[in-house]
């Protein structure tokens, strides 16, 4: 569904007079709670740390919390946070940008890996569609429904969407979830 069309949908479930800008932060909202509970899977980015250069830019969809991993020249790197004390190969993060230390002193391959977050909808993506799986499109209509119920006190409504958005979102955790094949394990041979 393109933005519009979500728009449109919340519009038809619940009539209101809320702005679409606001609905469009509510959407992003959504979305992004929705890529902290699915399993989506990680994501690499990859440099090369320069001589005497400490701090890099971050990836836009990339934030502290969401990184799993950071590895230099296949070595782990440990993350501390700004008020620890510096012990070993460590990172930070200093206004969205990652620290090392210690500095290189050559050229080094550098690793990070993390959950993307997704991109941000503006009012004037009419025409785009969110970065959630296409499929399941509905659970950020619903939403945006059950933040527009619920700043209107339409408290039975709210509670029905709700409930219908928790089942969607409950369908798509089954269906997006990885294929995870079971594996027999051999304890021992019959004679």
Known sequence: MKLKDILLDVNLMIPNSISDEIKVRWLNETQRQLYRDFGFPDTSYAFAQQPNVDIYPLPNNCSRERISSVTVDDLEYEYVSMTEDLQGRCWTI???????????????????????????????????????????????TYGVAFRVARSLQLLDISVQVQQQMYALQEEAKRKLRPNNRKRVVQTRLWR
């Not at 990652?98 to 503006?122: G, N, S, T």
């Not at 009012?123 to 969110?130: A, I, K, R």
């Open 94 to 140: 200093i206004d969205d940008n990652i620290w090392f230390y210690p500095m290189p002193v050559q050229e080094k391959q550098a690793f990070i890996v993390y959950k993307p977050e997704p991109q941000d909808m503006r009012l004037d993506m009419q025409e785009e569609e969110p970065e959630f799986p296409k499929d399941f499109h509905e659970i950020l």
